[in-house]
């Protein structure tokens, strides 16, 4: 167990529906990272979060967006979605942007249909 | 190209074999190194990580990095069933933001 949570573990859905994903991050750690994780395409970066405020992007769609809480939780939202966004979605946690190694959760899987 | 490149096998050993997995890359402004384990698309396990180059050990696992050839590898000794997994190389640059990028991942089965 990294201690990264996410939340739900499974997501069915329908096309051009609106879905939100949640993260805690590790204790302590200040530092979200977002990455997807389709069958054809490996993990790919989305987006940073540290201590609320954005840090970088990744390949990240204009019709999804993140933020970070003050509690440091995060949360990534979905929109319009379509049959090509059916992917797992993984997060990952650090203790800030100068340490490196990266704790990923569970995962949410995402089906739209 | 890709900035990461990893054979995605599928690799099949024998158990107790030395198992060597190895990624390369092209961009030089990588510092870091990770590797991780995913077993059936879970969230990935970080193995070993190093930031310089040469070997680092832990247990049945070495990672080894040469960074004047932009290659890295991990070997398993004494390979186990339960090592049977997707291993992921990950490669992060020493700058704020730290995203990393991921090789395809190279699945691993160790056959008892």
């Not at chain 1, 750690?29 to 609320?52: A, M, R």
């Not at chain 1, 440091?72 to 800030?96: P, T």
């Not at chain 2, 932009?70 to 990950?90: E, G, H, M, N, V």
Request: a negative charge.
């Amino acid at each position: 167990d990294s201690g990264v949570t996410q939340t739900p573990k499974h997501l069915i859905t329908a096309t051009g529906q609106r879905v939100t994903l949640r993260c805690s991050p590790r204790s302590g750690d200040l530092s979200v990272y977002w990455y997807q994780q389709s069958l054809d395409q490996g993990l790919q970066f989305l987006i940073h979060y540290y201590n609320g405020e954005e840090r970088a992007k990744g390949n990240i769609l204009e019709r999804f967006s993140a933020q970070q809480f003050p509690d440091l939780h995060s949360e990534l939202n979905l929109s319009s979605l379509e049959l090509g966004d059916s992917a797992l979605y993984f997060c990952a946690s650090s203790g800030g942007p100068g340490s490196y190694t990266q704790y990923f959760g569970p995962g949410t899987r995402l089906t739209v249909l | 190209q890709k900035e990461v490149e990893q054979d995605p096998g599928p690799l099949s050993v024998p158990e107790g074999a030395i198992v060597s997995l190895n990624c390369t890359y092209s961009n030089s402004a990588f510092q870091y190194f990770m590797w991780y384990r995913q077993y059936s698309r879970k969230g990935p396990e970080l193995l070993m990580y190093t930031y310089s180059s040469g070997n680092k050990e832990d247990g049945r696992f070495t990672a080894q990095v040469d960074k004047s050839s932009k290659y890295i590898s991990l070997f398993i000794r004494d390979s186990q069933p339960s090592d049977s997994a997707t291993y992921l190389c990950a490669m992060g640059v020493s700058t704020s933001g730290s995203r990393l990028t991921f090789g395809e991942g190279t699945q691993l089965t160790v056959n008892p």
